[in-house]
């Protein structure tokens, strides 16, 4: 079983930059793709983007593309994302999760996930 | 792909059963999976492949359908089953969740 932890919310202005790091342990983390999905409060969940295991493919949905950076360092377990040009509609809990990958892009182990809020 | 939920807030007893359903704005063959998230908490997998439970998930849980049609089943509601629910496809991209069911007492 994987542990995720997740870290680097917080307040930002809008414009601003933040990079989100999740780490884990008790499982292979380089034998995993890995995710990051995010709520706004009070709503439902949207995935964000995922990793292949050796970092050679990313993916992204539409909204945060050329904004956010996926990447990993398997040698540390960690994953980071990197965000950019926040909006305030990026506020919101962001989670990092296992990602079975190979065409089954659902989410096993989840972290507790860190806050972000992009405000003036 | 769009994945619709309903009810969005379903009241049910202890004991009761319940039933979620989500639909998939096109065809996204077996590729759908169930979520669980309790206030404050992380989700949790509960349901892959439309049927398929995953480690540790107690057999209440049941998962059905295929193409645009999916369904959740919890016999026997326990108390600590109230919480959200959500489905999630993974047939196309975007990956997209529906917006949850609240199953409350």
């Known amino acids: 079983e994987m542990q995720l932890v997740e870290s680097g919310g917080g307040l930002v202005q809008p414009g601003g930059s933040l990079r989100l790091s999740c780490t884990a342990s008790g499982s292979d983390f380089n034998n995993y793709w890995m995710t990051w999905v995010r709520q706004p409060p009070g709503k439902g969940l949207e995935w964000v983007a995922n990793i292949r295991q050796d970092g050679g493919e990313e993916c992204y949905v539409d909204s945060v593309k050329g904004r956010f950076t996926i990447s990993r360092d398997n040698a540390q377990n960690s994953l980071y994302l990197q965000m950019s040009s926040l909006r305030a509609e990026d506020t919101g809990i962001y989670y990092c999760?296992?990602?079975?990958?190979?065409?089954?892009?659902?989410?096993?182990?989840w972290g507790q996930g860190t806050l972000v809020i992009a405000s003036s | 792909i769009v994945m619709t939920q309903s009810p969005a807030t379903l009241s049910v007893s202890p004991g009761e059963g319940a039933t979620l359903s989500c639909r998939a704005s096109q065809s996204i063959t077996n590729q759908l999976a169930w979520y669980q998230q309790k206030p404050g908490q992380a989700p949790r997998l509960l349901i892959y492949?439309?049927?398929s439970r995953a480690t540790g998930i107690p057999a209440r849980f049941s998962g059905s359908g295929s193409g645009t049609e999916f369904t959740l089943t919890i016999s026997s509601l326990q108390s600590e089953d109230f919480a959200v629910y959500s489905c999630?496809?993974?047939?196309?991209?975007?990956?997209?969740f529906g917006g949850g069911t609240k199953v409350e007492i």
């Open positions: 999760a296992s990602d079975r990958g190979h065409s089954f892009h659902f989410f096993d182990y």
């Open positions: 492949g439309a049927s």
């Open positions: 999630q496809q993974y047939h196309h991209w975007p990956l997209t």
